[in-house]
T-cell receptor, first 113, second 117 residues
């Protein structure tokens, strides 16, 4: 069974700080990796998707990287804002299981004023 | 588009009762997924459909759980009889197909918070 781990479980940073969220996965045949954002009481919103052939993806202040050899992905948030406060989840899809995402348990981020 | 719509938003029921959760996917999406989220286990895929046909239900925990998709715009997840350990947030998500696989970007509904007393 594939496992996805996110550390830390919670993180608090002051506004304006750059930060990195970590995601580790055990699947050696990863198809892609996604980062999602979840606000309290809401569903998940897809932020970035990295195919296995890619090393990184960028969207605005967000940058996600993928290192298959080490089984790691990072989500970099530049110049954090209070509106970035949410839970961030990563999810991997294995080759041959294109429809099955295995989610991490998330990192709860709080950006303080 | 209004996005993926789930109902009800909250459901409180007593053990042994039947519970039906509903989902309307985004129009035109041909993949539909049911997930369950708990503090202990995180997000788990229960079942998914392609063109209204169940493709993989290996995540359905027990025979007490069943899901249907009678048409492209509606799906239900039923629990009968319900138990306290079924308490969780149940999410529905949909996506487009691409090259035979889901266009990996999933669109999630806001979820149904189920409490079984």
């Amino acid at each position: 069974k594939q496992e996805v781990t996110q550390i830390p479980a919670a993180l608090s940073v002051p506004e304006g700080e750059n930060l990195v969220l970590n995601c580790s996965f055990t699947d050696s045949a990863i198809y892609n990796l996604q980062w999602f954002r979840q606000d309290p009481g809401k569903g998940l919103t897809s932020l970035l998707l990295i195919q296995s052939s890619q090393r990184e993806q960028t969207s605005g202040r967000l940058n996600a990287s993928l290192d298959k050899s080490s089984g790691r992905s990072t989500l970099y948030i530049a110049a954090s804002q209070p509106g970035d406060s949410a839970t961030y989840l990563c999810a991997e899809t294995g080759t041959g299981t294109a429809s099955k995402l295995t989610f991490g348990t998330g990192t709860r981020l709080q950006v303080t004023l | 588009d209004a996005g993926v719509i789930q109902s009800p938003r909250h459901e409180v029921t007593e053990m042994g009762q039947e519970v039906t959760l509903r989902c309307k996917p985004i129009s035109g999406h041909d993949y539909l997924f049911w997930y369950r989220q708990t503090m202990m286990r995180g997000l788990e895929l229960l079942i998914y459909f392609n063109n209204n046909v169940p493709i993989d239900d290996s995540g359905m925990p027990e025979d007490r759980f069943s899901a249907k998709m009678p048409n492209a715009s509606f799906s239900t997840l039923k629990i009968q009889p319900s138990e306290p350990r079924d308490s969780a947030v149940y999410f529905c998500a949909s996506s487009l197909s691409y090259r035979g696989y889901p266009d990996e970007k999933l669109f999630f509904g806001s979820g149904t918070q189920l409490s079984v007393l």
